[in-house]
């Protein structure tokens, strides 16, 4: 008995410092959620971490003493569809420490690639490493970018690097890739060319910052056309400016190797708009207004498998999307959306005989969109904001959908077509717009990382967060939204009701019995 104190005391000093140090793990600059076979992939990738502590040299967008790691976690998918009772945590299958910091990611498909910077003899060279799946496991390999100019973005396509130089007199190159470039893994091959893209013919003189370009490639009936998207945001001094534009490199009649088909401007003020009780000569005017100024926007897109679906979103709680359309008859026919064609000759009296239909959205509530993804078929579309909040859109045919406000195209098809089966013959040739269907809610204050779309059996939404939870929701069943009115309240709140009405009764008798 004498030797218990002894014994709990040490038992409690070993339990202290026996125990490992907690150390604060940094968080991840990018993730990325994948699917191989009965796993799901969750990539981490730090752009710098320090080789050693207070040892970083530079200023500018390349340092010295910093090296890029992409860590792939991978957990049994069982677990996220409930097949599985498992409660098996993440196992690590990689761990890539990389000669130089990383700058971009980009991914298309399962597929994404990492662009990171070296220094070697006093020149900078660019490599991208390209993650792709062989034999349902991730394997990789390093190609050096011909150029030591700067590369400010990267875009993964499915036979090509799409990259944009700063400077540079043209707006991007093209990359082809070699053949048989998923074979013999873990090597490193240089690819010493590239393509031109456009020259660089419009300059935001009154931009105070310019950010880097968006690139995507798009969809094409005509084999040898690359067709591109190019998504520019400069800030200005009183409001950030997204251009939008659309260029082909298919040669035309007059000579002309790219070509600019479309180009639309989206404009938003830096600022919030003030209440009138934050008057000028307040203590607090100054600190109100920083807070009132609106962050850089997140420019990210998602586009389907088969290329001919493109959304992203813009400044503030707006959105795009652009559809592929090959049946141009019934805009031809429309003054107003005619001049948005794409016209093969100067007269415009020859178009091109497709085209990319644009439409714009905002949210309901004023939050940034923070990222975006597509399902496969593109028929449905996640989007979540800065508040943790993910807006589930879908577009299915055979979907019954609400009343809508119609499109400026919709409402001069009824003027046009008033005949009830031509309506139905020429609007069932216009892309089906986006639905809202669900808006999922945090159940935590962790933000959202990742979103993607499983099927197989089940329709699942994935969503990862930055601390490694990752939350899947079914939505192949879900519940049918109940109308608002009077009537379902009392039926949801039925026993609420009952018990007010007997506390009001019993007021009322109280008060008779008072004044009787």
């Known amino acids: 008995m004498q ?10 000093i070993a339990t202290i410092y026996i125990q490992p140090l907690h150390t604060i793990q940094p968080k991840a600059d990018t993730t990325i959620l994948t699917a191989v076979d009965e796993y799901v992939y969750f990539t981490l990738i730090y752009y710098q971490i320090s080789e050693k502590p207070r040892h970083i040299i530079g200023t500018e967008k390349l340092k010295l003493g910093v090296r890029g790691v992409v860590r792939q976690l991978r957990k049994p998918i069982s677990i996220l569809t409930g097949k599985s009772e498992s409660e098996q945590d993440w196992s690590e299958v990689r761990f890539d420490t990389l000669d130089g910091q990383i700058s971009c990611v980009s991914q298309r498909g399962q597929d994404y690639v990492v662009l990171y910077h070296v220094i070697r003899n006093d020149t900078v060279i660019h490599y991208a ?15 050096q970018l011909p150029g030591s100019t700067w590369i400010n973005s990267i875009s993964l396509q499915d036979n090509s690097f799409i990259i944009s130089r700063d400077p540079d007199q043209y707006q991007f190159q093209v990359i082809p890739f070699p053949l048989n470039i998923k ?7 240089i690819i010493d060319s590239s393509e031109a893209g456009k020259l660089i013919d419009r300059v935001y003189h009154n931009a105070v910052e310019q950010y880097p370009v968006l690139l995507s490639k ?20 009183s409001e950030f400016s997204a251009a939008i534009s659309i260029v082909d490199n298919v040669t035309l009649a007059d000579g002309s190797y790219w070509r600019e088909w479309a180009y639309t401007e989206d404009n938003h003020t830096i600022y919030y708009d003030e209440s009138m ?19 850089r926007p997140k420019i990210v897109l998602a586009l389907s498998l088969d290329t001919k679906t493109i959304v992203f979103p813009s400044v503030s709680n707006r959105f795009f999307s652009f559809d592929f359309m090959d049946k141009i008859d019934i805009l031809q026919k429309m003054e107003t959306e005619k001049k948005f064609l ?5 007269n415009k009296t020859s178009y091109l005989p497709e085209y990319y239909y644009q439409r714009r959205y905002d949210l309901e509530t004023d939050s940034e969109i923070v990222g975006i993804q597509l399902d496969d078929d593109a028929t449905m579309m996640a989007l979540w904001t800065e508040h943790n909040h993910v807006y589930i859109y879908s577009r299915k045919v055979n979907e019954t959908t609400v009343k809508i406000e119609k499109t400026r195209m919709q409402e001069w098809v009824d003027l046009l077509f008033p005949d009830e089966e031509e309506h139905h013959v020429y609007r069932e040739h216009l892309p089906i717009p986006w639905k809202l269907t669900m808006v999922i809610t945090p159940s935590t204050f962790t933000s959202i990382e990742h979103v993607r779309f499983y099927k197989d059996n089940l329709f699942l939404l994935v969503v990862a967060l930055n601390n490694g939870h990752i939350y899947s929701y079914r939505l192949d069943q879900t519940e049918k939204q109940k109308p608002v009115n009077f009537i379902t309240f009392i039926n949801d709140k039925w026993d609420m009701l009952i018990a007010m009405c007997v506390i009001i009764s019993i007021f009322v ?8």
Do not use: C, M
């Open 3 to 12: 030797w218990r104190p002894l014994i709990l005391l040490f038992s409690g």
């Open 129 to 143: 490493r390209l993650y792709y799946t062989r034999k349902n496991k991730f394997e990789y390999k390093d190609i």
């Open 183 to 189: 074979t013999s893994p873990e090597t490193r091959i």
């Open 218 to 237: 798009l969809y094409s009936s005509f084999s040898d056309n690359y067709r591109l998207l190019i998504h520019n945001l400069y800030k200005t001094e």
């Open 277 to 295: 009780d934050n008057v000028g000569f307040a203590d607090n005017t100054i600190k109100d207004r920083l807070n009132n100024i609106r962050k």
């Open 342 to 346: 794409y016209p093969i000759d100067s």
């Open 509 to 516: 008798y109280n008060e008779f019995q008072h004044f009787a």
